[in-house]
């Protein structure tokens, strides 16, 4: 069973691709003073996280750890905002930067997929070892909500040692309907510029991926002929096909053992809030989808408070 909430978006904004253009674009928020710490994968690769501590924050207080969507890094405008907001509140944030991204680029020969669930494992495992007192919250968006979910239906009951609860923004459920969806003519600019800024952190890296494609990414059209060409093969899957069938996660959200609060829009551009709708979950599963806000966009009403209407569900749910 879901919930529908009635979300009214600012005036002017009812479009799903204003909403999801202008959720990603605005950021009037500075980048609060975080430390820099770096997670050892087993395979040998880095990847960096960025931690905000509130001055009076103690051990036993609430992490949230938040890991961003395709080509995002710690510095993604919703990242930040609910940085500043969690700090506020006195709550420490872990922002992850999946391989290659932020502070992390250049410390790993791999590139991060929509599966990578084992590298979240790790970097939770680093938290938890450090503050075992702290409960934790995660929250991951679009992309890395797949791999979220699909690291808690892996871990079952066994996720309950090491999280409260988790959150999941916008996620591309099924990577490969998500691929498809990107491909159609009303997303062509979403679509392009994720290809452009993917194939470039590739090609542009001064040192080079362990795995090098026999053909230029640039002959790439699509994000599956990315998939086909550098994705799976990088990390031993069949094809593009193979991998976006391992690695989504929407048959393992019914084995997720915590509590967990899933959003979607029905006008999401890019993620087809139908295919969550069939599955049968658990009462500890929350599932709220609005008929507005675009992909992770949900830009309010000012008569409803805050603009960035997203972000007051967000601290609702960590709080509540």
Not at 53 to 72: E, N
Not at 178 to 198: G, M, P, T, V, W
Not at 224 to 253: E, M, Q, V
Request: glycine share 6%; aromatic share 10%; net charge neutral.
């Amino acid at each position: 069973m879901h919930k529908m909430f009635n979300f009214q978006p600012f005036p002017g904004l009812s479009n799903p691709h204003l909403q999801t253009i202008f959720g990603a674009m605005a950021n009037w928020n500075r980048n609060p003073l975080s430390e820099r710490e770096f997670v050892t994968l087993p395979d040998g690769d880095k990847l960096s996280i960025v931690i905000t501590t509130p001055q009076h924050w103690k051990p036993h207080d609430t992490t949230v750890i938040m890991i961003h969507g395709l080509c995002g890094s710690h510095s993604s405008p919703y990242l930040v905002r609910m940085t500043n907001k969690l700090e506020s509140d006195n709550i420490r944030s872990v922002r992850v930067n999946l391989r290659g991204s932020g502070y992390g680029q250049g410390l790993a020969t791999k590139t991060y997929h929509g599966g990578i669930s084992d590298d979240l494992y790790h970097v939770l495992k680093k938290i938890k070892e450090t503050t075992p007192d702290s409960p934790i919250t995660i929250i991951g968006f679009s992309l890395s909500g797949n791999i979220l979910l699909k690291l808690a239906g892996e871990m079952g009951s066994e996720f309950h040692h090491y999280v409260e609860k988790i959150i999941a923004v916008c996620p591309s459920i099924d990577l490969e309907d998500s691929a498809y969806q990107l491909q159609k003519k009303e997303n062509k600019l979403y679509h392009r510029s994720f290809l452009d800024r993917i194939v470039k952190s590739v090609e542009k890296r001064e040192n080079p991926y362990a795995y090098t494609p026999e053909t230029s990414l640039s002959s790439c059209k699509s994000l599956i002929d990315f998939d086909n060409l550098f994705t799976a093969p990088a990390w031993g899957f069949r094809d593009a096909l193979d991998y976006y069938r391992k690695c989504s996660s929407r048959a393992l959200i019914p084995e997720i053992a915590v509590r967990c609060h899933l959003l979607f829009a029905d006008d999401d551009p890019i993620i087809n809030s139908e295919l969550i709708k069939p599955l049968v979950l658990p009462s500890h599963i929350d599932l709220l989808i609005t008929e507005n806000g675009g992909h992770m966009g949900y830009l309010g009403h000012p008569k409803n408070g805050d603009f960035y209407w997203m972000d007051t569900l967000l601290l609702h749910w960590i709080q509540n």
